[in-house]
């Protein structure tokens, strides 16, 4: 066996409005060519001048990879020449950028049916601000140039190449994605480009240290991150084992085949010739603007997945989902809150609402096309679902009704529990009510009743026909009566003969 070495350069949009070095906007699916200005256009004589947010942005995501934030920070020209970037120079930072030596914990599950759990930590080599490139199109004769992207903030994670497996990447970025939106930084949107990766793969005989590189470009989905990486870590495998040696080049994933295609060489690697920007002062991160940073971070979601399980008492697996999205975490804590003042204990009302998140109303959004992002935009507001959750926790609404309530609170956009009240739906529990309607089924269904006196406790038939008068008997309350007592009276009933 050979051992593997995978390292990432993940690129993100950050979310700021205008772009990193002028003011034209920063947005996706715009008219082509509609958000561009001299700067960002590459004309002689203009002047970039720094998107501080973007900086601040960068420095959260920073932060919260625990790296650290030097004393000065500063940005480099990166040569290279391509139609899609119109100075012919990319700035970038390269000497000091603006987070640097900092680590995740990988934890958790692969995202694949079949993925081992994984807990290590994978060091952040850094994080550096830089400008996009635009946008090529290339359509049978003619390419086509849209510089909408070119100058929109990028900021982008190196890691060092402590993964092994393509499955570790995947968790890898998935990890990234969920911090970066909790930041509210970046949308995350891989389709978009919004978050864009590069694996760098190699292998070697084990205690034999890094092998020969190979870097795979422009993965724009984390399933291929773990193909391609696994298809590459194979490729290189069986060619140490025909005594062959690995290329260092730069390889493309065909996701139309399921596997890496050579793109272009890397002996003589690229000689970006980098030098300091002379248009763009130095930054120094004041104490004014890192306490800014420090003010805009949030309680990163590992961290919050672990909260959740120890106070509320919820599985692992239920507090991880939940806090797949902050808006759905966020939507969880303001609900069990409510419900707790509407007197539940907190870990049942936890469990029942954690309950609904992950079934009815996982389905509901669905069912409405919201996304689990927008949980914000559900008719049913959190205070809403702590009070129908009450409502059946406390017995005052059957399992039945409480469904109907709920369908109604979001239809008719409305409080469920001034329905249940409006539509009598308060559960039945007094046994002389629940007990005037067995009589009243006794008389109608009087044929059932006698077949069920006939059979034996615990037949089949006995438990059929003893379920369909149980039904009867809710269905004449309204689905009112309480379920357990009904059927305590009708196995009572079946008995007296
Ligand atoms: P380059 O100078 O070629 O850009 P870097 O040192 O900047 O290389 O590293 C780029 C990425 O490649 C990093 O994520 C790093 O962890 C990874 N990497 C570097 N060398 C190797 C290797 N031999 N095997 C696997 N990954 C590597
Ligand atoms: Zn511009
Ligand atoms: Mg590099």
Redesign the pocket.
Known sequence: MYQS?????VHIHLLTKTKVFCGCRSAFGDEPNANVCPVCMGYPGVLPSLNIEAMRMGCMVARSLNCRIPEKTWFERKQYFYPDMPKNYQISQFASPLGQEGFVELEGRGRHPGSRPVKKRVRI?ECHLEEDAGKMIHTGAVSLLDYNRAGVSLLEI?????MENGDEAELFIHQLRRMVRYLGVCDGNMEEGSLRA?A???INFPGRG??????IKNLNSSRFVRLALDYEIKRQGELLDAGKTVIQETRLWNENRDETMPMRQ?EN?QDYRYFPEPDLPVFVPGEAFLKSVEDALVELPQVRVRRLAEDYGLTGEQADLICEEKAQADYFEEAAAEAVKRGLEKRTAAGRIANFLLTGIKHILNREGIPAHQIGQLKLTPRRLAALTAALVLGQVSGRNGKEALEAALAEDRDPEELIRERGWEQITDPAKIAEAVKAVAAAEAGAVAEARQTAAGDKRRRTLTAFLVGKVLSATGGRAEAKLARTQVEALIQQG
């Open positions: 070495f995978i390292g990432l350069e080599k190196v890691t060092e190449p402590d590069d760098n793969v190699s890094l092998g020969k590189k190979v870097e890397k690697a």
